[in-house]
């Protein structure tokens, strides 16, 4: 299992690598960079100077066509560069690092972040580790209550309908996990919002952030009150959408592993149903769900919460990669993105540990990876 790991570990760093070069190139081409973010604020907060400056004398026409004639090729690149003079651009260009090849940038920031060096964030006053370790508990709390109430529902469920399988109840509890697969969770937010948070029927949730105001006078017992007063929704439009695919993975499996012949021959034996579908069943057929775990926890904390935290306000990891992709903040864009996926990857090498964990039979050293 040693050797597995130590496999699996090492193909972490092209694969890593395979990921940062693809997301660096569509990033680098797409328009409506950092320079040109900054070009558009200074535009606009040009405009009153501009005109003063129009005021001073005849002097003015005279600078101004010096200058358009000297804007060359470098303030041309950008969208809404034309007329400003290329020492500014240039200027800009050396703040945002742009001033060098893209190769070399590329790796430079490799070089970084394989010391865990994210730099600063372009638009924000703060480093872009502090920012990620300030909004991470948001998205941590989301996913964790999220995971841990999917699984509460799903497995019991998925049980309920393998051992009660083709009957009335498996048919319309069918028909709700339909409707919780097909509606997506920022949907289903919304619906919720509206409904429950005063949007146009009852009042009884608040409709954004996840403390209240006086968050730092409040009791330990009023914390924790007002703590899931605000995440009751969020977590519910993220449960919607994550129990149904469990649930019928749970079912599936219960349903393959009762017409095995073990268990007919536990039945055999004079066992009572309940010995044969927890003594017997449960361990083989939940491997699969309980050693996904991790990969699943992966995709609700970093893929489901995006929208949901948009949706309702709540300051966390998706929101913060949000905003920096609509910003083009680089360093932010490309530090969540690494982050992201090198938990990713380790996680889903922790979902193939636990299942040798689980069931020890399965042995990843006798194949081929």
Known sequence: MFAYILRRLLLIIPTLLGIMIINFAV???????????????????????????????????????????QTGSD????????????????????QFGFDKPLHERFLTMVWNYARFDFGESYFRDQSVVDLVLDKMPVSISLGLWTTLL????????????????????????????????????????????IVFAGGRYLDWFPLRGLTSNGWDEMSAGQRIVDYFWHITLPVLAM??????SLTMLTKNSFLDQINMLYVQTARAKGLSERQVLYGHVFRNAMLIVIAGFPSAFISILFTGSIL????????????????????????VVFATLYFFTLLGLVLQLVGDVMYHVIDPRIDFESRNF
Do not use: C, H
Request: proline share 4%.
């Open 150 to 193: 999917v699984y509460l529902i799903s497995i019991p469920l998925g049980i309920r309908k393998a051992v009660k399988d083709g009957s009335r109840f498996d048919v319309w509890s069918s028909a709700g996990i339909v409707f919780g697969y097909a509606i997506p969770g920022f949907l289903f937010a919304i619906l919720l919002i």
């Open 308 to 331: 949901i935290e948009v949706v309702f306000s709540l300051d966390g990891l998706g929101l913060l990669g949000w905003e920096a992709t609509i910003n083009r903040d680089y360093p």
């Open 239 to 244: 449960v919607i959408s994550g129990f149904a």
């Open 75 to 94: 303030s041309t690149k950008y969208r809404g560069a034309q007329g400003l003079d290329p020492e500014i651009i240039a200027d800009i260009e050396r």
């Open 27 to 69: 990033m680098q081409f797409a328009p409506g960079g950092p320079v040109e973010q900054l070009i558009a604020e200074m535009r606009g907060n040009a405009t009153d100077s501009t005109a003063a400056f129009s005021g001073q004398g005849g002097d003015t026409q005279g600078t101004s066509s010096q200058s358009s004639s």
